[in-house]
């Protein structure tokens, strides 16, 4: 449907279905290609449908308008998607640690909710490959791990487990 409705814009408005090359110029063309397109700083289009454009939409459109039927289109594959840490399950100022007076520590071995997120924790290190038990409890393999995994994402090693480094079990590739 691009092609077909590239080459019909080409054809009706006597532009040539090739990429513009300057602001000023005619042909087809997107918001980030040129600053003065551009004021309101889009990214438009991204990686994926800008090279449909390129490789698919405008070579296409320029085969129908000599004449010819255009190429196969080609599946494009959407980039993979970025990884999504779950929620940081405690409030704002709280963390996962080793056993600890201070009320904002949770180390899952005084109140049994605190072991669900500990648990979870636990669960995707274990995936990502750390050897660590999954018990739902900071106990000293946990406070290991967290101190290794810390200082291997170049994050800020206090051995505790708050949004950061929670989110990082998901997000941060993988070593």
């Keep these: ?12 408005t006597g532009s040539p279905c090739e990429l513009v090359t ?16 551009n004021l309101a ?4 289009p991204g990686p994926v449908r800008l090279r449909q454009l390129l490789d698919v939409v405008i070579p296409g459109a320029a085969a129908v308008l000599a ?3 255009p190429a196969p289109t080609p599946i ?6 970025r990884p999504v840490a779950p ?15 201070d009320p904002r520590n949770h180390s899952g071995f005084y109140a049994l909710t605190d072991r669900v997120g500990i648990t979870q ?6 995936a990502r490959g750390w050897a660590i038990d999954v018990d739902g409890q900071f106990g000293p393999r946990t ?3 967290t101190w290794a995994f810390q200082a291997e994402k170049g994050l800020a090693v206090d051995g505790r487990v708050g949004p950061v480094t929670w989110a990082a079990a998901w997000t941060a590739a993988l070593t």
């Design 41 to 44: 700083h889009h990214v438009c």
């Design 67 to 69: 004449g010819l039927p």
């Design 22 to 37: 300057s602001p000023a110029g005619r042909g087809l063309g997107y918001h980030a290609q040129f600053a003065d397109w």
């Design 76 to 81: 494009v594959a959407p980039p993979p998607a």
């Design 121 to 126: 924790w636990q669960g995707q290190m274990r």
């Design 143 to 145: 406070a290991t791990v």
């Design 1 to 12: 449907a691009l092609i077909s409705l590239t080459a019909t814009w080409c054809r009706q």
């Design 87 to 101: 929620a940081f399950p405690l409030p704002a100022g709280h963390w996962y640690g080793p056993p600890d007076a």
